[in-house]
């Protein structure tokens, strides 16, 4: 993982419940921010769009750790 990247973690329920660690995704923090409302950009992204996008980032993240050997038991 680049330096300036984290490991950001889907939160699509309300309940409360910490997603499972297979629902990360790499973020820049940038992303990181916009995903956990903590910068605002003009004009608003629509929540779907941002989840929609999340979605997208965790499966290319499952891909790059497939490619690594870290998730070598699941079959992609």
């Known amino acids: 993982m ?7 973690f889907m939160h699509l329920n309300s309940n409360g419940m910490k997603p499972l660690d297979i629902q990360g995704m790499y973020a820049c923090l940038n ?23 999340q979605l997208r ?4 993240t499952q891909r790059i750790m ?5 998730l070598g038991c699941l079959k992609l």
């Open 2 to 8: 680049p330096e300036n990247n984290s490991v950001e």
């Open 66 to 70: 497939h490619r690594n050997g870290l």
């Open 31 to 53: 992303c990181r921010d916009i995903i956990n409302n903590e910068r605002k950009v003009e004009p608003p992204y629509e929540k779907e769009w941002l989840e929609l996008q």
């Open 57 to 60: 980032a965790v499966i290319r």
